[in-house]
């Protein structure tokens, strides 16, 4: 059974950094692109960024809104996806969601439940 | 920017059909995407490439594309299919990905 759960969220002040894990199972995590999607608070599903399998050498996208401040990595031998925040903005404010690409074409298959974060003075 | 439109609500009676449209441009050369979202849970994946179904999904649920408009339909609904449903496509490489407003079906 595919499994991802993350972890890592957490109140945090404007300016300040966190970081996210996802830990997958059930599938052969370093074949896939990895990605995270947020949900601020009664609003939609925004994309964050992916980061790619081995195969493409790891190599990331991000969205506009969080490039430059947002770094994805992720470790194939422990199975974990990892997202860096750096200078956090109210507008951080979201649940976020780690997903698996099914075939290395932005369409997610399977879901975490989430991990919650907040920034707030 | 590039945008998906979505009504923000449908309502209809169980057992009748739901129509959830898309709105885009250039949607002759996009795939669409559609996933379900129920209350305090992650999204599904409904629908990909326009009229995939994934497995697993009921054949209830139905995708397809006409111009400018896709549509997600829900054929005999129940009201276990209560929820906000969300269309996506690949743009471009500077915007990757798009999110519709999301649409709240609700079962009367």
């Known amino acids: 059974e595919v499994q991802l759960v993350e972890s890592g969220g957490g109140l945090v002040q404007p300016g300040g950094s966190l970081r996210l894990s996802c830990v997958a199972s059930g599938f052969p995590f370093s074949d896939h692109y990895m990605d995270w999607v947020r949900q601020a608070p009664g609003k939609g599903l925004e994309w964050v960024g992916r980061i790619r399998n081995k195969a493409n050498s790891h190599t990331t996208e991000y969205a506009a809104s969080v490039k430059g401040r947002f770094v994805i990595s992720r470790d194939d031998s422990q199975k974990s996806l990892y997202l860096q925040m750096d200078g956090l903005k109210t507008e951080d404010t979201a649940l976020y969601y780690c997903a698996r690409e099914k075939s290395a074409n932005f369409v997610w298959d399977y879901w975490g439940q989430g991990t919650l974060v907040t920034v707030s003075s | 920017s590039y945008v998906l439109i979505q009504p923000p609500s449908v309502a209809v009676a169980p057992g009748t059909s739901a129509r959830i449209t898309c709105g885009g441009n250039?949607?002759?050369?996009?795939?669409v995407h559609w996933y379900q979202q129920k209350p305090g849970q992650a999204p599904l994946l409904v629908i990909h490439?326009?009229?995939d179904r994934p497995s697993g999904i009921p054949e209830r649920f139905s995708g397809s594309k006409s111009g400018n408009t896709a549509t997600l339909t829900i054929s005999r609904v129940e009201v276990g299919d209560e929820a906000d449903y969300y269309c996506q496509v690949w743009e471009s490489v500077d915007n990757p990905v798009v999110f519709g407003g999301g649409t709240k079906l609700t079962v009367l």
């Open positions: 490439y326009d009229s």
């Open positions: 250039n949607f002759e050369t996009r795939s």
